[in-house]
């Protein structure tokens, strides 16, 4: 069994930043494709960013790019989201997730592991 634990969220200022953390725990978890989603309130789970297993690829939704930084650290099975130049319409709680199939994906369903997700506010 794989458990993702997210944190890191909080309320923020627009303009201001935070680093989202996730720790895996269980199986090998360079084995996994890692990613970050969101979700505002009313609105469906969307992709905001995804790694490959050795960090080699990197994967980000046109809204965020040159602002959030997707990493990772295999030894200590973590992946990290730095979300700088914040806005109200980052708002959301963002989840991670890990995929065991080959490549990357934007699509929900095609993630096998989710986090129970951190809040994420910006007041303008």
């Given amino acids: 069994q794989v458990q ?3 944190s890191g969220g909080g309320l923020v200022q627009a ?3 935070l ?7 269980g199986r090998t978890f360079s084995n996994y494709l890692m990613a970050w989603f ?3 309130p009313g609105k469906e789970r969307d992709f905001v960013a995804a790694i490959s297993r050795l960090g080699g690829s990197i994967y980000y939704a046109d809204g ?4 959030f ?3 990772r650290d295999n030894a200590k099975k973590t992946v990290s989201l730095q979300m700088n130049s914040l806005g109200p319409e ?4 963002y989840y991670c997730a890990a995929r065991s199939a080959v490549g990357s994906s934007v699509l929900v369903d095609e993630y096998d592991y ?5 809040q994420v506010t910006v007041s303008s």
């Fill in 4 to 6: 993702l634990v997210e």
């Fill in 15 to 17: 303009g201001g930043s």
């Fill in 19 to 25: 680093r989202l953390s996730c720790v895996v725990s």
């Fill in 38 to 40: 969101r979700q505002a």
């Fill in 64 to 67: 965020v790019k040159g602002r």
């Fill in 69 to 71: 930084t997707i990493s």
């Fill in 90 to 93: 980052d708002t959301a709680v």
């Fill in 114 to 118: 989710w986090g129970q997700g951190t």
